[in-house]
């Protein structure tokens, strides 16, 4: 109920003109979804309201991270993504925040993404502001990935869902505008904390106002990847998000 049933979501969920490969996974389940081979977007096909749009909204301006620590990382890993690009023909592109940075620790990435020569984009602690900024700063112009995974939204601390689903729509409107030829995935938010608290209701309205705003677009799409992590009672096992925000490893 961790990586492995996220994956598998995620191969069913790309159209099946879009991307193929057979799953290596230890149990023999294979999957397989054709090469998508291309086309531009459409004005038709995309609808970006007015929710995304950067001004007066902090989630959809772009901005680089403060660099609170003062080492700079933050920066290096951007300017190392930069230069990872150039010269690679990834398929998949996977960016956003440390749910997708820690993706690559798994042994079923490993196993079904490192054959596409999929890059893996992800800081932890960004917000969408910050995906933003990177993605309008040399991360995808040397690229031409098939499918781009976007997984971010959970660290925009202090901001509404309706700015945070804006952010996300922005983040959007720019791989669509410099990879037109990409299916863009949105990974849903994960629910937050032991019990319920505001932060897990505050996912909960992005994700469903992320899916409204996604409904009429040919080129992107919405995964639900909950597999029902909070119990009954409201409370959710670290045996499922370790912190409480994050998957735990399934045993091999």
């Given at each position: 109920m961790q990586f492995k049933y996220i994956v598998l979501l995620f191969l069913k969920s790309i159209p099946t003109n879009k991307l193929g490969w057979p799953c290596l996974e230890k149990r023999r389940l294979y999957v397989t979804v054709r090469l998508w081979s291309g086309g531009s977007v459409g004005s038709s096909s995309c609808r970006v309201t007015a929710m995304s749009c950067g001004d007066g909204n902090p989630a959809a301006t772009p901005t680089p991270c403060e660099d609170v620590q003062g080492d700079g990382r933050w920066m290096s890993m951007h300017n190392r993504f930069v230069s990872d690009s150039k010269?690679?023909?990834?398929?998949?592109?996977?960016?956003?925040?440390?749910?997708?940075?820690l993706l690559h620790e798994f042994e079923v990435w490993r196993k079904l993404f490192s054959p596409l020569h999929t890059l893996n984009f992800g800081i932890g602690g960004?917000?969408?502001?910050?995906?933003?900024?990177?993605?309008?700063?040399?991360?995808?112009?040397?690229?031409?990935?098939?499918?781009?995974?976007?997984?971010?939204?959970?660290?925009?601390?202090?901001?509404?869902?309706?700015q945070i689903c804006g952010g996300i729509m922005a983040i959007i409107n720019v791989i669509s505008q410099r990879l037109p030829q990409a299916h863009i995935l949105v990974l849903g938010l994960l629910p937050r904390g032991k019990s319920p608290n505001p932060l897990r209701d505050r996912n909960a309205r992005v994700n469903a106002l992320v899916?409204?705003?996604?409904?009429?677009?040919?080129?992107?799409?919405?995964?639900?990847?909950?597999?029902?992590?909070?119990?009954?009672?409201?409370?959710?096992?670290?045996?499922?998000?370790?912190?409480?925000?994050?998957?735990?490893?399934?045993?091999?």
């Open positions: 010269g690679k023909e990834p398929e998949v592109l996977f960016v956003g925040d440390s749910l997708v940075q960004d917000a969408t502001q910050h995906v933003l900024w990177r993605l309008t700063n040399g991360e995808v112009d040397h690229i031409c990935p098939k499918v781009v995974v976007l997984w971010v939204g959970t660290n925009n601390h202090g901001h509404t869902p309706e899916q409204v705003e996604l409904a009429s677009l040919s080129f992107a799409s919405f995964l639900d990847v909950d597999p029902g992590f909070v119990q009954p009672d409201g409370s959710i096992s670290h045996q499922d998000l370790h912190d409480r925000t994050g998957l735990v490893q399934e045993e091999a």
